[in-house]
């Protein structure tokens, strides 16, 4: 992909976030991996007035928080380094303030084997990190610790993130993570459900290689 498909595919992803609720007005942000550089979307700019010019550009390796372009990146830049640092096979971060995920998030709940698609998040259980002010190398050791190697986890008191090989497929699952958390949330009402086990959700996860939107690498 070209930076200039890759610029677009962020904007398109950014508008169809809003679109669907899970982000409002200038909240959450989208990187992307661009060879040794990564995309990262604006800081309070709503994604309404959104362009491919405006993402910015930063280096993965050197100086943290050097960035090129004509506006400055998020704020939360840092954990979308990071965590692109950490794992190679991250080609795309997703950071949304959906409002099932963030009032599990605000209770610091993390959302249990309600359903099988948590499969598709590489465990037993979407996980909640610590708080940290956003922005700080300390959410950003937070969210680490928290993910490990899942695709999604809560972030107390703030919101959600996904990752992924590519945008599509991590925009796909921040869907499929506030889904979760909304089906969780329903159920918390009702008095709790029952829970999927280890073997029932092994199970699934052996098909979920190449189910739902799949990564493009």
């Known amino acids: 992909m070209t930076e200039a498909s890759l610029r677009a595919e962020i904007v398109e992803r950014c508008k169809e976030l809003d679109a669907r609720g899970l982000n409002r007005g200038a909240s959450g942000n989208i990187s992307a991996r661009m060879g040794d550089a990564m995309l990262m979307t604006p800081s309070a700019i709503p994604y309404t007035a959104l362009a491919p010019e ?11 928080g050097a960035w090129e372009g004509p506006l400055k990146p998020s704020t939360e830049w840092r954990f979308h380094l990071d965590l692109m640092r950490a794992r190679p096979g991250i080609g795309a971060v997703v950071h949304t303030h ?6 599990l998030a605000i209770a610091r709940m993390p959302i249990p084997a309600i359903h099988y698609m948590i499969a598709a998040f590489g465990g037993m259980e979407i996980p909640c990190c610590d708080y940290a002010c956003y922005g700080t190398a300390e959410l950003s050791e ?3 610790s928290a993910l490990g190697t899942m695709n999604g986890c809560l ?7 996904t990752v992924a090989g590519d945008l599509r497929r991590a925009a ?18 009702i008095g709790g459900g029952h ?13 979920f290689a190449s189910y739902g939107v799949a990564s493009s690498d």
């Not at 972030?155 to 993130?161: Q, S």
């Open 54 to 64: 405006m993402i910015a550009l930063m280096p993965l390796e050197g100086d943290d």
């Open 98 to 103: 959906a409002e099932f995920s963030t009032i």
């Open 142 to 144: 937070a969210i680490l």
């Open 155 to 161: 972030m107390a008191n703030h919101g959600m993130l």
């Open 172 to 189: 796909w699952l921040a869907f499929e993570l506030e889904a979760l958390a909304h089906h969780y949330w329903h159920v918390l009402q």
């Open 195 to 207: 829970l999927l086990s280890e073997v029932e959700i092994a199970t699934v996860a052996k098909g």
